[in-house]
């Protein structure tokens, strides 16, 4: 059965989407990118045009689930509500459509992509490039950061699929099992 996964990577100045197709235990990419919204003037209407993009991408690409990531508690208080904002907008998008939310923390995306949780934004783009098989990574890494939502929430869903335990990471058992990894 295939299955359709929208990730988001939710925020106030550059908002990272990306669609994933999934059948069995393999996914591939079928769009990724962000919202620029440095130049809006102010946060009410950044808000609008989240909900607005989201709104569009659902009705464009029929996805399924959402898998978003969720806002990490930092220093700035601010900094933190205004992302949370964001990324209720866009789970109120997913409600409008009936679809499903899942959130990740950003260090359980990390791990599942890369197998370490402090992994660098680099890093899991570059794993992500890797596994599925893309060009290059985009412009902005809020793009492959909501991929990697999206593939988390992938590899939640199909359950482990790794039967050698002595693997220690993802990249370890693509190492050692290149038959299991498309290309």
Known sequence: MKTRILGIDPGTNVLGYSILDCEGNHASVVVMGVLELKDLPDHYAKLKKIYDRIMSIIDEFKPQQLA???PFFGKNVQSML????AQGVCMAAAVAHDMPITEYAPLRIKQAITGHGDAAKEQVASMLQKMLHFESAPKYLDATDALG???CHFLQITGPVMTDKSCKSWKDFISKN???VSK
Not at 82 to 85: A, T
Request: proline share 8%; hydrophobic share 40%; net charge positive.
């Open 68 to 70: 978003i990531e969720a």
């Open 149 to 151: 939502a999206a593939y």
């Open 82 to 85: 205004k992302l949370g904002r």
């Open 178 to 180: 290149p038959g299991r």
